[in-house]
């Protein structure tokens, strides 16, 4: 168990719906980061929040939004969905500083769009 | 924004080889991590290494952040070994979001 909780870890969905995946950062890490990971783009950086504040966006479309919560879980919002956004999502989180461990990574949610 | 390549794109080994995964990323770096992804899908975080070696069982790591590059080195592989092995660097800043390579898919054969 690597302290990052993601959840669900699996999810199959119809195109034009929306979803939320939920995770919650390692105890004490105040930054989450959002990746995507699809066959064709490798892994790619969405989005971070730093202690509930956005702090930085990647490649994040329009049709995707996240927030950090007063208790520090992060949810991603994915609405209407397309096929292409079929893919695994990681959370990772950090500490103030990375430290000898670097950054943690949870076991991620695999999204089918059919 | 950073660079990162990856070698060997693929890598098969019969079970008790030896094998060395190289990361070059194109800008100084305050983080570099080694993962290893196996085939559930699995980020597994390796090494926390953005200078110096370090080791852990058969797998050790060194990065030698003047030349920018790093090197992951597998002994005695094992068929556990499979999956593919990312590099991720972070240049810090406001963000210090990792960029990761595109990765080294290795196959380990009994």
């Known amino acids: 168990d690597s302290g990052v909780t993601q959840t669900p870890k699996h999810l199959i969905t119809a195109t034009g719906q929306r979803v939320t995946l939920r995770c919650s950062p390692r105890?004490?890490?105040?930054?989450v980061y959002w990746y995507q990971q699809s066959l064709d783009q490798g892994l790619q950086f969405l989005i971070q929040?730093?202690?509930?504040?956005?702090?930085a966006k990647g490649n994040i479309l329009e049709r995707f939004s996240a927030q950090q919560f007063p208790d520090l879980h992060s949810e991603l919002n994915l609405s209407s969905l397309e096929l292409g956004d079929s893919a695994l999502y990681f959370c990772?989180?950090?500490?103030?500083?990375?430290?000898?461990?670097?950054?943690?990574f949870g076991s991620g949610t695999r999204l089918t769009v059919v | 924004g950073i660079q990162v390549e990856q070698s060997p794109p693929d890598l098969i080994l019969q079970e008790g080889a030896n094998s060395t995964l190289r990361c070059n990323f194109s800008d100084s770096v305050n983080n570099l991590q080694w993962f290893h992804q196996n085939p559930w899908g699995q980020l597994i975080n390796l090494f926390y290494?953005?200078?110096g070696t370090k080791q852990n069982g058969r797998l050790s790591a060194t990065t030698v952040a003047t030349e920018r590059y790093s090197l992951l080195y597998i002994s005695s592989s094992q068929t556990t070994d499979s999956g593919v092995y990312f590099c991720?660097?972070?240049?810090?800043?406001?963000?210090?979001?990792?960029?990761f390579g595109t990765g080294t898919l290795l196959a380990v054969q009994p």
């Open positions: 929040y730093y202690n509930g504040e956005e702090r």
């Open positions: 991720a660097v972070g240049a810090g800043g406001a963000t210090n979001k990792l960029i």
């Open positions: 990772a989180s950090s500490g103030r500083q990375p430290n000898t461990y670097g950054y943690t």
């Open positions: 290494i953005p200078s």
């Open positions: 105890s004490g890490d105040l930054s």
